[in-house]
Every structure is written in structure tokens, then in C-alpha cells.
């Protein structure tokens, strides 16, 4: 799964989500079921607190080389030296903020970060493994 079939030179063109960070199986990596109190993941059925969900980082790009449109999803920790932090420590840190500035809903503090990522990501050029 994580071997690398050639690699890509291409110009990211837009960021095709808003939703950065998500809660991930420590397992298998699949996307966690959050409620209140529990996770439980359905592809592993793995579960346990939701205060100890394990957070990865999913970044969808739309991307040019000189001749082709790609869509290209960036998974993981490859991705902490591009946002400074592990995407564990991202989200306690919105979750800190929104706690802090009274934020019932997570909107400002999103729109924040996807105007950050918009401007450290599109129109740069970087070299993907595919």
C-alpha cells in the first residue's frame, strides 16, 4: 500500500476539501465513528474513549503537471512539516481555541485554516508519490 509507483512534479490548483484532519483507526487508519463519549471504527471494529481518538491528516488537491489534471488525496504524517504540528496536536489546538473564544460552532476557526492552507498550497509545486 505505501509503495511509491513513480513520481509526479505538479502545481496544486485547488484544495478540494475543507476538512483537513479526521479521526483515524489506530489500526487500519479508516475513519473513526465519533459520538459523545465512544469511537468505533467499522472497518477494524476497533473502539474505545473518544478522548483517546487518534487524529491523521487528509488533504484533497486538485493538481496540473504540464499536460493533465489530477485529483490526489496527501495522507499522513508527510504532511506535518507542512503545518508545523502532527494533526493530533492541530486539533487539540482548534478544539482549544474554540473552547477559549467561546465558539459553539467550528466555522471561524476553519475557515481560518482552510484560508492558510489555500495560501501555503495552491500555486505551489511539489513532487508526489503515486
Known amino acids: 500500500m505505501n509503495s511509491v509507483k513513480g513520481l509526479l512534479a505538479a502545481s496544486v490548483i485547488s484544495i478540494q476539501n475543507s476538512c483537513f484532519i479526521y479521526p483515524a483507526c489506530q489500526n487500519c487508519f479508516s475513519r473513526l465513528i465519533l459520538d459523545s463519549s465512544r469511537f468505533h471504527c467499522l472497518k477494524c471494529g476497533c473502539t474505545g ?3 483517546d481518538a487518534s487524529y491523521r491528516y487528509r488533504l484533497s488537491l486538485k493538481i496540473a503537471d504540464t499536460n ?9 504524517s508527510c504532511l506535518d ?4 504540528v ?8 482548534i478544539q482549544d ?8 460552532n467550528a466555522e471561524t476557526s476553519t475557515g481560518a485554516l482552510v484560508q492558510a492552507v489555500e495560501a501555503c498550497f495552491i500555486g505551489k509545486r511539489f ?3 503515486v
Not at 68 to 76: A, C, E, N, P
Not at 81 to 84: E, H, K, L, Q, S
Open 49 to 51: 474513549e473518544a478522548k
Open 68 to 76: 493533465d489534471l489530477f485529483d490526489i488525496t496527501v495522507f499522513g
Open 81 to 84: 512539516p507542512f503545518f508545523g
Open 86 to 93: 502532527t494533526a493530533e496536536n492541530l486539533q487539540r489546538y
Open 97 to 104: 481555541f474554540n473552547q477559549l473564544s467561546g465558539e459553539a
Open 127 to 129: 513532487i508526489f508519490g
